[in-house]
């Protein structure tokens, strides 16, 4: 398993509020403190996840886009664009890469993160699914060649070559991000969706821990000393 290089740009590609801190806060956090310009584009306003029956559609998606806000603040994601499709409603098509092409061309990120569509072991659901193809379809080959989505010139956005996507809730890691300094700062940022998550801040640290410690034992494995980790399936893409 190889150690992930911090890049000097980002760009995650995230289905729902709360899914990039789940997944990915403590890379997001450490590579923010080493000086990577990191973009979040979430794509659903997660609009549907409540048990609350008093609760509706409209007061959840403002409640949870505060939320992903405050959350990005903590780990210190310079920007957040918000694409607004409902929970639930992601679907594979042109319009939905188009924006997505649109932000890696406006970006221009070395490495693009998002969730891993591929699994065999476990369902995943749809909007992960979906979104983690997405993103790479942008990558390679929609953002490189300059014949799709020529309008996007007219903002003088011009292709651009992304090198690597990683997937994250993979079940298939080939590198890993040690996070043991930047654990606690997942930990906060995980926090501030309250309305996602146990009021009990502990059960909250020990989910992440217990994840974080699972993450480390696959590097472990492969003869990596680490305590806390985040792991991810590493696509190269031809430039």
């Known amino acids: 398993m190889n150690i992930v290089e911090t890049p000097s740009r980002a760009m995650l590609v995230i289905p729902h509020p709360d899914d990039g801190e789940s ?38 998606a403002s409640i949870r886009r505060q939320e992903q806000l405050k959350a990005a603040e903590t780990l210190g994601v310079q920007e957040v664009r918000f694409l607004d499709y409902g929970d639930g409603e992601l679907i594979d098509s042109h319009d939905f890469l188009g924006l997505i092409v649109e932000q890696i061309r406006r970006w221009k990120p070395e490495i693009v993160l998002a969730m891993d569509p591929v699994r065999h072991l476990s369902h995943s659901h749809r909007d992960h699914r979906i979104s983690g193809q997405i993103a790479l379809d942008a990558c390679f080959p929609f953002a490189r060649d300059f014949l799709h989505f020529p309008q996007h010139r007219n903002n003088n956005l011009e292709p651009h070559k992304t090198g690597h996507a990683l997937l994250w809730g993979t079940e298939n890691p080939t590198d890993f991000v040690d996070i043991e ?18 009021s009990d801040q502990q059960k909250i640290e020990q989910f992440v821990k217990r994840r974080a410690i699972d993450a480390a034992s696959k590097a472990k494995n492969e003869g990596h000393e680490v305590q806390y980790a985040e792991v991810f399936r590493r696509i190269a893409f031809r430039l």
């Open 181 to 198: 300094n930047t654990l606690n700062q997942k930990i906060k940022g995980l926090s501030a969706h309250v309305s996602q998550l146990s």
């Open 23 to 60: 997944g990915v806060g403590g890379t997001v956090a450490k590579w923010a403190q080493e000086g990577t310009s990191i973009l979040y584009v979430v794509c659903t306003n997660g609009n549907k996840g409540s048990s609350d029956t008093q609760m509706t559609s409209e007061k959840l």
